[in-house]
């Protein structure tokens, strides 16, 4: 504690004073944005790709971790989903150069976002709803990952770049290999990564195993009793099943001139990792360690919870595999003399397979496979196609833009965890977007309809008798007639307007205000419309509603920036009045205890949950704060951020899974070929908590990151880059994830890394 309060009586030595200073000018480059950020007054962020590519190889949540207004909801090392604002899953898109990425992530917090952080030149977060230009239903907000596999610029000669990077806690190893070129007037791009992780070590008695309110044993027991009785820690060492592995390939062509630019790209990603928690583990797999469920458990679990089934639980060896082929069309034509200006165009298809199993499953042949099915791998997949344009016109004080998107994606979850059947969706999109500045007053205006279809069909056995058990019952009693009878097809159309609003002004030298009103829609998705079966990533029987309405957010952003010399200062308010807010409800112990004896057995053991509809309130601020100071040789740049979300239903309960408020503390250094940087992370305790949630303990995180560039000749230099993160070996939990408990944060992490650049 003592290491903590020195670090925060250093910075706060030099923030005390702190208002707001002159920003560096920014160049937005991703073809959805081609404006600077002094003429964005949206809430964004932009992280320098030379920043994710010399830092620790993680998961894009954990990458924007940092930032103020995001977070990250993590399911193991590889797996960490975005969250800005409080919101997460598919109130947050993540796009590739302004297209929507098509995986599977939304399926299941245990599934990666398959993206690849190669070579890419920036990642752009906008918080909050105010967008409009990207996709349709982004509540929270995008994060768009920019590259340069298409390059709209002419590569000014050859550039090769070599990176190799160690990790300490997962025994970690990764190289990568970039090259890009101009040959014969084409643009050629290829980038090469391979990672490969091992389980990674976590602090002392980080993994907990929790006894359910609805146990027999605990009927008794207040909330503060169970709180302190009815959960134990186990000292594993290391998280099991938290292995991860990928290896990414991408190639770009393109051609530029002054009327425009053509190209194309391929890129392909696999993986294979471990997933650290399982939720049969609460059903009837006696190898797993975290029995909840079990009658035979009882007060000395403790004791009970030895090497033995340790080893046990060590065996079982659950891992996901995917495969991810995306093809990309995208060019520009340059009119000139005409109303329409510039036209961009695009097209992206895109071929993605996740497959979860049993380790002792792969291999399994084709003819056995029908033997052991109930125990067989599950397959998701998604093959969707993309094509759209934007119409640009332009004159020395107006922008407009029309975009028009068309999009089309089957969904499919075959075998053992086929919890929704497979779905059809299909969005089609226009908008308008206008961007005015006029004397000190700058203006933006967006409005977007959009009209989206989801197919899907509910079985009326899983549906009404939440029997989506096989093994529950015999091939003779289902044939294939009378299965095909027990379906019932629905059709869902929306029709959702959208439109945002925002306008910034100077109020003198050094103050600027920037206000921003949106109503944004999003539609139900295909999850929460025919969900309904056994989730085990997150522990649960999921049932979605087919009757959702359409999410209505009503939100108003208030910024204050304000600058004077060395400092600088940012204030946001925002509040989101969400109508028919989607969430997953839990059942009650009463619930459960009602339908144990007649229904336990058809929920496996999983916790019965449900997609429902109230009106919800998300209200925060975000607050920097910071200055930088000139030294002889160099800068030191001192900041203080904080951001804090509340989040509650019109009766006054919390909304579940919401994050924290957080304090974070940074001190970096920058001198010609040297650079250095410090995190301080200050996590509050969440105790705002729905029913049936659990308090998660605050934690403090610091990491640090020391590089230097030396230059080996006029064509050539290595930067070797130094970090350790979780210096303080903290044993650390994200509210917002569904398994916080079962799946800690990796415990102290040293690492190095080299990169040739030539």
Not at 436 to 465: A, K, P, T
Not at 529 to 535: A, I, N, R, T, Y
Request: hydrophobic content about 30%.
């Amino acid at each position: 504690m003592k290491n903590y309060k020195l670090v925060l009586l250093i910075l706060s030595t030099f923030i005390t004073n702190i208002v707001l200073a002159e920003e560096e000018e920014i160049i937005v480059t991703s073809s959805y944005i081609d404006s600077t950020l002094s003429t964005i007054e949206n809430p964004l962020h932009v992280v320098d790709g030379e920043d994710v590519t010399n830092g620790s190889t993680q998961s894009l949540g954990e990458i924007v971790d940092d930032l103020l207004g995001v977070a990250s909801s993590d399911f193991g090392y590889g797996v960490g989903q975005p969250v800005i604002r409080g919101m997460s899953g598919n109130r947050v898109k993540i796009l590739s150069n302004g297209m929507l990425i098509r995986d599977v992530s939304g399926l299941g917090p245990d599934h990666v976002n398959e993206i690849d952080l190669t070579n890419i030149q920036q990642i752009e977060i906008v918080r909050g709803p105010s967008s409009l230009l990207y996709s349709n239903g982004n509540i929270g907000g995008i994060i768009n990952i920019v590259d340069n596999t298409i390059a709209r610029k002419d590569f000014e000669g050859a550039k090769v770049s070599v990176g190799l990077e160690s990790q300490s806690v997962n025994d970690g190893d990764v190289y990568d290999f970039s090259y890009q070129n101009n040959i014969g007037g084409i643009n050629l791009s290829l980038s090469y990564k391979n990672s490969e992780f091992g389980e990674y070590d976590i602090p002392h008695g980080a993994v907990i195993h929790r006894e359910e309110e609805h146990h027999d044993e605990d009927e008794d027991h207040d909330e503060d009793e169970h709180d302190e009785h009815d959960e134990h820690e186990e000292d594993m060492g290391y998280l099991a099943n938290s292995d991860f592995e990928s290896e990414s390939k991408k190639i770009g062509l393109s051609k530029t001139g002054d009327w425009g630019y053509f190209g194309m790209s391929s890129s392909k990603i696999e993986s294979a990792y471990g997933i650290p928690f399982h939720g049969e583990g609460h059903a009837d797999h006696d190898e797993h360690a975290h029995e909840d469920e079990d009658e035979d458990h009882d007060e000395d679990h403790d004791e009970d919870h030895d090497e033995e089934g340790h080893d046990d639980h060590e065996g079982e060896r659950i891992l996901a595999m995917t495969d991810s082929d995306v093809l990309t069309l995208e060019g520009s034509y340059n009119l000139t003399g005409s109303l329409v200006n510039k036209i961009d165009y695009f097209y992206r298809d895109s071929d993605y397979m996740l497959q979860e199993q049993h380790a002792e499953e792969e291999g399994h042949e084709e003819e056995g496979h029908d033997d052991h099915h109930d125990e067989g791998p599950t397959v998701f997949s998604n093959e969707a196609s993309e094509y759209g344009a934007i119409f640009h016109l332009t004159n020395d004080s107006v922008v407009q833009k029309f975009v028009f998107n068309m999009a089309d994606e089957d969904i499919s979850i075959i075998g053992h965890e086929a919890f929704m059947n497979p779905t059809d969706n299909e969005e089609n999109s226009f908008g308008y977007y206008l961007s005015s500045q006029r004397d000190n007053v700058h203006l933006d205006f967006g409005i977007r309809h959009d009209r989206i279809s989801r197919s899907g069909s509910l079985s009326h056995d899983d549906h009404d008798e939440h029997a989506h058990e096989d093994e529950d019952h015999d091939e003779d009693e289902h044939d294939e007639d009378e299965h095909e009878e027990e379906m019932e097809y629905f059709d869902r159309d929306f029709n959702n307007t959208s439109i945002s609003l925002s306008l910034g002004s100077e109020l003198s030298d050094n103050l600027d205000l920037s206000l921003g009103y949106s109503i944004v829609k999003r539609a139900p998705s295909a999850v929460e419309l025919f969900m309904d079966g056994p989730h085990l990533a997150t522990a649960r029987f999921e049932e979605g509603d087919i009757n959702l309405d359409t999410e209505t957010s009503n939100n108003i952003d208030i910024g204050l920036h304000y600058r004077n010399g060395d400092f600088y200062g940012e204030f946001t308010y925002f509040r989101n009045d969400v109508d028919d807010y989607i969430y997953l409800k839990d059942e009650t112990e009463e619930e459960h205890e009602e339908h144990e004896d007649e229904e336990h057995g058809d929920h496996e053991g999983l916790i019965l949950a449900e997609y429902m509809q109230r009106d919800a309130e998300l209200k925060g601020y975000e607050l920097e704060l910071g200055r930088v100071i000139e030294l002889e040789k160099g800068s030191l740049t001192l900041s203080f951020s904080r951001d804090s979300v509340k989040a509650e239903f019109n009766d006054g309960s919390y909304v579940p899974r919401m994050v924290p408020a957080r304090n974070i503390y940074t001190v970096s250094y920058a001198e010609d070929d040297l650079v250095a940087k410090l995190i301080f992370k200050d996590v509050q305790k969440q105790d705002d908590l729905a029913e049936g949630e659990y308090a998660t303990d605050g934690y403090q995180m610091l990491n640090l990151r020391l590089g230097k560039t030396y230059s080996l000749n006029n064509d050539s230099e290595l930067d070797i880059n130094v970090f350790a993160n979780n210096v303080l070996d903290e044993a650390a939990r994200n509210h917002s994830s569904f398994v916080k408990d079962e799946v800690p944060l990796p415990g102290r992490n040293y690492g190095l890394s080299f990169r040739l650049n030539f």
